[in-house]
């Protein structure tokens, strides 16, 4: 095996420490940073993607590879900027306003990176005006607004329509997601899609940024 199928297999299995140690052995190597990205970290989130859409992986099991990705990540980032690798694209993300909880969003904006996203995280009990204001300041191609309470649903309207109101709509893809949010209420509300979980979040946004490049 190279050092990239190790590294690849090290954040499979969520070795944090290990991780790291591979991506210096990978930097020490003359490995170009492009190719570390893609062939070990990417690739290793891609197989913890699909390992929890066969049942093989939970959500505990996704956490501690996203979590050990972040890991190598950090450590690569300063040679990718260096290299001038560019992002997959740009995501801002967050639990809209009147909602705490951030477990889920956590894992998606952890997933997004681990798929080659540059993400923007808002925390949580963010505000319609949070989110307009961030699409002025970065210029993302995506904005995602997660709800795990069908009491802070609505507010996900509240996002749209204000970006609506700022001329910003038609500038920026928008996904929901949360345990009680379903592909129904992202259409009725103007999304322009829904995530079921992270996995199936971070294959949206790949869609979604190649759909906004071809408008």
């Known amino acids: 095996m190279t050092v990239l199928d190790d590294l690849c297999q090290s954040v499979i299995d969520g070795n944090r420490n290990l991780a790291q140690e591979l991506v210096k052995k990978a930097i020490a190597e003359n490995i170009p940073p492009e190719q570390i990205l893609k062939e070990g970290l990417i690739r290793a989130m891609a197989e913890v993607g699909r390992k929890f859409e066969c049942g093989e992986y939970f ?17 690569l980032r300063p040679h990718l900027v260096t290299a001038k690798v560019a992002a997959v694209g740009k995501v801002v993300i967050g639990t809209v306003q009147g909602d705490l909880h951030d ?38 191609d995506l904005i995602a607004c997660s709800a795990l309470l ?44 829904c995530a079921m979980d992270a996995a199936v979040a971070s294959s949206r946004a790949q869609e979604l940024i190649l759909e906004r490049r071809k408008q």
């Open 150 to 193: 069908t009491t802070t649903m609505p507010r996900m309207k509240d996002v749209v329509d204000a970006l609506k109101e700022n001329g910003l709509r038609d500038q920026v893809k928008v996904m929901v997601g949360g345990a009680p949010v379903t592909e129904v209420f992202a259409n009725q509300i103007g999304a322009d899609a």
């Open 59 to 75: 959500v505990p099991e996704m956490l501690i590879a996203a979590r050990a990705m972040q890991n190598g990540l950090s450590l």
């Open 103 to 140: 477990i889920g969003k956590n894992l998606v904006a952890m997933m997004l990176e681990g798929a080659g996203f540059e993400v923007i995280d808002l925390g949580v009990d963010v505000s319609p005006g949070k989110y307009v204001q961030a699409v002025k300041d970065h210029h993302p």
